[in-house]
């Protein structure tokens, strides 16, 4: 069953405007996210994470919004560059532990 | 350059045959990590190793063997009782076993097999 969810599995958006990923996590246990990006045949990258004590965390264009209540994240990309095509993968962590549960990806395009 | 290693990056594997993917690490991580990614799926644990000569099954260890004889050394086989092997396998390690804010997961650049 999966614990965490990307129920969109592609998103388009125009060079220059806001790109909004969103992932849905089950267990109210996690108190870990991440966001990882990844390009085709390469292994994901580490983007942003961000801990539940926390609701945002801000690293250049790149914002995760944490609401804990609805178990819902979501990642904010302004502006998008067409550089940041890739597929995006949210993951969640349970006390620190080593198992990452990771969901299935978004793939954004960011139209020049 | 410091990083993660995967070798072969495409390997075919005939039905009934054993395979080792090759994972090494230059990062003096202590923790390494095999993931597996299936189309329309979001990567799965298939072991773990929080330190030398320790490991720990995954979410999906079945038909899988690792070892951890060294620190940079991570090897995963892929035996025959994998039912379903074909996949993009990743190796990933980090500074301690914990997942906490700067101890983050790096990745290789993943393994494709294919079983022919």
């Known amino acids: 069953d999966q614990q965490v969810k990307q129920n969109s599995p592609s998103l388009s958006v125009q060079e220059g405007r806001i790109s909004i990923l969103n992932c849905d996590y089950t267990n109210s246990m996690f108190d870990y996210f991440l966001w990882y990006k990844k390009y085709p045949a390469e292994g994901p990258t580490f983007l942003i994470s961000i801990s539940s004590i926390k609701d945002k965390n801000e690293d250049g264009r790149f914002t995760v919004f944490l609401n804990k209540s609805a178990k819902h994240l979501s990642l904010h990309i302004v502006p998008s560059q067409p550089g940041d095509s890739a597929v995006y993968f949210c993951?969640?962590?349970?006390?620190?532990?080593?198992?990452?549960?990771f969901g299935t990806g978004t793939r954004l395009t960011v139209i020049p | 350059d410091g990083g993660i290693t995967q070798s072969p990056k495409y390997l075919f594997r005939k039905e009934g045959q054993n395979v080792t993917l090759s994972c090494e690490q230059n990062l003096n991580h202590d923790a390494m990590y095999w993931y597996r990614q299936d189309p329309g799926q979001g990567l799965r644990l298939i072991y773990y190793s929080q330190i030398v000569n320790d490991f720990q099954k995954g979410d999906i260890a079945e038909g899988y063997s690792v070892s951890r004889e060294k620190k940079e050394s991570f090897p995963l086989t892929v035996t025959s009782a994998q039912k379903n092997p074909t996949a993009f396998y990743l190796c990933?390690?980090?500074?301690?076993?914990?997942?906490?804010?700067?101890?983050?997961?790096?990745f290789g650049e993943g393994s494709w097999l294919t079983v022919v």
């Open positions: 993951a969640a962590s349970e006390g620190g532990a080593n198992n990452l549960f």
């Open positions: 990933a390690s980090s500074r301690t076993s914990q997942v906490l804010s700067g101890n983050t997961i790096y």
